[in-house]
């Protein structure tokens, strides 16, 4: 109710619904009856006349908007690169993996590789020559993948900026679908996403960049670790 009285206080000529969920096409509905004034709504609402139209809720989300902003005449965005963004911080290495274990528990957990196969693909990681840096939220607990010392573990040690450096400087991230991975992606490092098929699916939802591999199962908790190293080193030898 405030959000509502705050938007009819502040008189929009335009609203852009970027979220394209039922709770923000709602919104639409409330403003027209609690806020009632003479604004215009690009978004997924048949009633309004810049409609997004159901057959790209099946494509990726820069197709999504780049169409919804398109209904405005403004012209597709450019490719996104976020490396202004980054940081500076200590590097504990210079040629590392950038590794993402941990992914949200949406789909009941549907979008995590278990930990002890990431912490039997570390041997695999060095053995390749690379050293491993992890990185995860504060809440997060990677200490079972401190296998060698040549793993560091910056689980909650690490800022959004600082995320953007690290993953500028990696030789390539692992992980599977979570926000670490499309920061990844977005400063040109390579990434290697595992997705399931209970999740949404790498089309619509995978992360964009200059490189990246999307490797899906049907179920990340039956995924092996052998079915994983074939593609990524396929994947790692076409860098």
Sequence with gaps: LNFIGWVKSTHFDLVVDLQLVGRTRNYYYLFKIFAPQSFRWLGHV????????????????????????????IPEPEPLDLTRL???????????????PSTS?????????????????????IQMGYDVVIIGGPKEDHRALSVHERVFDMTGKTSFEQIFYLASKAAFAIGGDTGPMHMA?????????MFSKIAPSAEQV???????????????????????????KSFVQSL
């Design 105 to 125: 528990n949406a789909f009941n957990g549907a979008k995590t590789w278990p930990l002890e196969n990431y912490k039997a693909l570390i041997p695999h990681l």
């Design 185 to 193: 992606a977005s400063v040109g490092c390579p990434v290697f996403i």
């Design 206 to 232: 995978g992360a964009r960049g200059k490189k990246y591999h999307h490797l899906t199962a049907g179920d990340l908790k039956t995924l092996t670790v052998e079915e994983v190293l074939s593609p990524l």
């Design 86 to 100: 980054a940081a500076p911080i200590d590097l504990p290495s210079t040629r590392f993996v950038f590794l993402v």
């Design 46 to 73: 048949k009633a309004s006349p810049y409609f997004l139209e159901d057959v790209y809720f099946k494509k990726h989300p820069s197709e999504r908007f780049s169409k919804l902003l398109s209904k405005l005449d």
